[in-house]
């Protein structure tokens, strides 16, 4: 009897500790939500409110009706156009390093370095490069920034991905007279799949929630979201309801993307290291 | 395949597969480094255009540069507090998550949410939090103190690293966690147990058995978050933008204003080209010395 009152006691301690973490973490993904529902005068009292008193949506309303919400198109252009390109360009690439061990260890630990280097460093020659070239604040100078920038971590991701499939399939489709392209193709990308996918979502939202490059190259024409969040900090006063509403915005896509990523999760954000 | 048979034709498929990617790659790792090289030899300022080298008057200028060093002091600090406090926390959580609990998966999937976040929508949201007047942190504070509490988190020296900080280790204590329970869960519980049988206590089952068999887990953890945190930006940005005055600057902060805002483009180019260098070091020396690839 005790020995089963202890477990219980236990799990119900433990239960609790979980409930008040979670609520810990949460709480301020909860505040910056349920501010953007708030009116002015729910967000401007003292002491704060914790919750609005009804669910209204003037708030996103006003994004859209004042234009700025164009800034969430931007991103979604500029991080699917790149992620697409990525993974294209990657994926090759991955395959060939892990099949043939295309330049061996230095290549590929050369490319994974590559996603190491502070973005700061990188971005300020690109700026000088890009002005040169008349490609500040435009599509093309972005998307290509972004595809550089991931194309180290989907061809790092993607090639522990194929090495996990069996070679034998790929060698009897070869006996049956598939060309490589074939191979490639039919049997490799079709068991990936789910890497594919994984890394595809990752790769997305690494650029949508990109800061740094598009605070350098952005000036009015292809602003992303993040900067646009970022522009409603006053030096005195913050447009609160903007603030929230265009950062749910941001944040709503990303976390529909992460019911996606759950399985693949670990072995995303640790660079395929932890294959979990 | 590829083995068996790697005649003149398989050389010529291979690279062509590579090529794009590398050639891209190499755009945007080689031309600005050749760039950086050329320019901070020269003397660009933002009223002057002086392409004649002048050797290594800014890397001079560099090493006496009390900005810059303090930038680099602060980057270290965020780095040496910040990363212990995420892997303890994490370790903790882990810990707490490992066995099986009501819910699990769900909390499990709850506290993700935190690591995918943009930083920068993180730090404007513990701005909000941080309000003086309108956030629920002084509100909750003041609970406890019994009186009103008017604590200017992002404005005050003495509490803006403490504000900073807690909106890092908020959103990053969740990665930690993930990857140290992936780990945990690996490990082997036999060995445990028969340790435990042995006589052996918590602690030293801990780190006799558990720490072994996770740390090339935490390893690759720690590098991972020391590198985003050597290049600190977004939160720091939305918190302080590196102030109050030049007080919360990283050094990714720093070279940001000398080559967007005081527009010293020589000097800049040497301080990106310095920044590459040491990392560069540090990366292949981590790298030697942690398994990322298997």
């Known amino acids: ?119 700061i460093a990188v971005v300020f020659p690109i700026f000088l490069l890009y002005a040169f070239l008349g490609w500040v604040d435009t599509y093309v100078g972005m998307i290509l920034l972004y595809t550089a920038f991931n194309l180290p971590y989907v061809i790092w991701m993607m090639r522990g991905y194929i090495q996990d499939i069996p070679r034998s399939l790929e060698e009897a489709a070869l006996m049956d007279g598939c060309t490589r392209w074939q191979v490639i193709w039919k049997v490799v990308l079709p068991m990936c799949r789910a890497g594919l996918f994984a890394t595809a979502i990752f790769t997305f939202v690494f650029a949508w929630n990109e800061f740094l490059f598009a605070l350098v190259l952005t000036r009015t024409e292809v602003v992303t979201y993040t900067v646009q969040v970022t522009h409603y900090f006053g030096g005195q006063s913050n447009f609160w309801t903007k603030i929230a509403a265009m950062s749910v915005l941001g944040t709503l896509p990303v976390f529909v993307a992460v019911v996606f990523m759950q399985r693949y999760m670990v072995r995303g954000i640790s660079l395929g290291a932890v294959k979990g | 395949m590829p083995h068996a048979q790697s005649g003149p034709q398989d050389r010529y498929f291979r690279h062509l597969l590579v090529a794009p990617s590398i050639l891209v790659l190499l755009l945007v790792a080689v031309f600005p480094l050749i760039y950086l090289i050329l320019v901070s030899f020269q003397g660009i300022t933002m009223t002057d255009n002086d392409t004649r080298f002048i050797g290594f008057v800014n890397y001079l200028h560099l090493l006496e540069d009390r900005r810059m060093w303090e930038a680099v002091l602060h980057t270290l600090m965020f780095l040496l507090i910040a990363l212990p406090l995420e892997l303890i926390l994490g370790l903790f959580m882990a810990q707490l998550f490992l066995d099986q609990l009501p819910g699990r998966q769900v909390f499990i999937a709850l506290l993700v949410l935190p690591v995918v976040i943009s930083p920068i929508v993180a730090g404007a949201t513990w701005s909000l939090m941080f309000d003086d007047r309108f956030g629920p942190i002084n509100q909750i504070l003041g609970w406890i103190a019994g009186h009103d509490v008017h604590l200017l988190w992002t404005i005050k020296p003495e509490l803006v690293y403490s504000a900073i900080l807690v909106a890092e280790v908020w959103q990053w204590t969740p990665f930690m966690f993930l990857l140290l329970l992936a780990a945990l869960a690996n490990v082997d519980k036999s060995q445990q147990e028969a340790a435990a049988i042995d006589g052996a206590g918590y602690w030293q089952i801990f780190f006799k058995i558990v720490l072994p068999s996770i740390w090339p887990v935490m390893a690759i953890a720690l590098m991972i978050r020391a590198l985003d945190l050597f290049r600190l930006f977004d939160i720091v940005w939305a918190l302080t933008k590196g102030g109050p005055g030049t007080m919360t600057e990283t050094l990714s902060i720093f070279t940001y204003n000398q080559g967007f805002k005081q527009f010293e483009t020589s000097y800049t180019a040497a301080v990106a080209l310095v920044i590459i260098i040491l990392l560069t070091a540090a990366l292949l020396w981590t790298l030697r010395r942690v398994e990322l690839s298997r």
């Open chain 1, 1 to 119: 009897m005790r020995a089963i009152h202890k477990r219980q006691l236990r799990m119900a301690l433990r239960l609790t500790a979980a409930v008040v973490t979670t609520a810990f973490f949460l709480f301020p993904v909860y505040w910056l939500f349920m501010i953007s529902f708030k009116t002015a005068d729910e967000i401007y009292a003292f002491p704060p409110v914790w919750w609005p008193a009804s669910l209204q949506f003037g708030n996103y309303l006003v994004l859209f009706k004042d234009g700025d919400a164009t800034a969430v198109w931007n991103s979604l252009v500029i991080a699917s156009v790149s992620t697409l390109l990525a993974m294209v360009l990657g994926t090759l690439c991955a395959y060939s390093l892990a099949r043939y061990k295309t330049g061996g260890d230095h290549l590929s630990n050369w490319v994974i370095s590559q996603r190491m280097v502070p973005p």
